[in-house]
């Protein structure tokens, strides 16, 4: 069956920066592409950027361009997306979720990884 | 980017009820909408994806409609299991965006 298993829940300080995994399984990794959705707390979802597991060409909102990169590891069928410079606002739950088709719909969440910034 | 605001925020209701959301784009998204349940400490789940087509699994009670700007989420018979948040989301156009949110609650 179809799986994205996510990293578990990290806490950073103000500053820093976080490294969420994304594993997936239960499918052929290259024909889908994976996005990264987070939800702070008690808030409603926010689309963060698209990686696409072929080529690992990336497109991203543009409030976290410069600030989030997204990878993969065709071998590990594993995508990762690392959050520098971090803030209390970037305290949230990070999901991972697969699409078909570039823009969606998100078929397939991973459970979440918590993410915890705090000095 | 393409706004997207849903009504009400949030609602109480009865099981058996028929409950009805909607969801309003900025701008055209043609039918590229799209309808997910939330439970409290889960990742949400797709309901309907372009505006009208259930999900395979997701129960013949949850139905789709709209096109253009205006959509709705209708659920025919509230059951116990369908307490949660409902997002709409837009998948026309990146930045993809999520409505607000709907809490359906127990009355």
């Known amino acids: 069956q179809v799986r994205l298993l996510q990293s578990g829940a990290e806490v950073k300080k103000p500053g820093a920066s976080v490294k969420v995994s994304c594993k997936a399984s239960?499918?052929?990794?290259?024909?889908?592409?994976l996005h990264w959705v987070r939800q702070a707390p008690g808030q409603g979802l926010e689309w963060m950027g698209i990686?696409?597991?072929?080529?690992?060409?990336?497109r991203f909102a543009q409030k976290f361009q410069g600030r989030v990169a997204m990878t993969r590891d065709t071998s590990a069928s594993t995508v990762y997306m690392e959050v520098s410079s971090l803030n209390s606002d970037d305290t949230a739950v990070y999901y991972c979720a697969r699409v078909r088709t570039e823009l969606g719909p998100f078929d397939y969440w991973g459970q979440g990884t918590l993410v915890t910034v705090s000095s | 980017d393409i706004q997207m605001t849903q009504s009400p925020s949030s609602l109480s209701a009865s099981v058996g009820d028929r409950v009805t959301i909607t969801c309003r784009a900025s701008q055209t998204i043609d039918s590229y909408l799209n309808w997910y349940q939330q439970k409290t400490g889960k990742a949400p789940k797709l309901l309907i994806y372009?505006?009208?087509s259930l999900q395979g699994g997701v129960p013949s009670r949850f139905s789709g409609s709209g096109s253009g700007t205006d959509f709705t989420l209708t659920i025919g018979s509230l059951q116990p299991e369908d307490f949660a948040t409902y997002y709409c989301q837009q998948s026309y156009s990146t930045p993809l965006t999520f409505g607000g949110g709907t809490k359906v609650e127990i009355k």
């Open positions: 239960g499918y052929t990794f290259t024909s889908y592409y």
């Open positions: 990686i696409n597991p072929t080529g690992g060409t990336t």
């Open positions: 372009d505006a009208s």
